[in-house]
């Protein structure tokens, strides 16, 4: 049975976690392209290296970012996000703008 240890939980079985894909810069939801949003979304880089990826507990609902080794699936550590997330990322917000407020 492999283990991983949830930052918020500790050590669980693995099938209580789905895999959220890789942690990587985000484009301007505001100016990019159809290509780069489709690449940002669907597209990874797939070498071998230690990556930073989105993982979600189900039992608790919780997301946190696991690092771990693309050849030997080590998980080498995992976090909360707030460690290099110190903003929200609002797309509700950009619909409003040059609007009045809606009922």
Known sequence: MKIMRCPLNGPR???EFVYGGEV????DHKNCTDKEWADYVFYSDNTVKVVQEWW?????????IAERHTASDEII???DPSE???QKVSFDADADEGKGAQP
């Open 13 to 15: 079985n693995i099938n």
């Open 24 to 27: 990587k810069a985000m484009p």
């Open 56 to 64: 979600f507990h189900s039992a608790s609902s919780y997301w946190f």
């Open 77 to 79: 550590r995992t976090y």
């Open 84 to 86: 290099i997330f110190t």
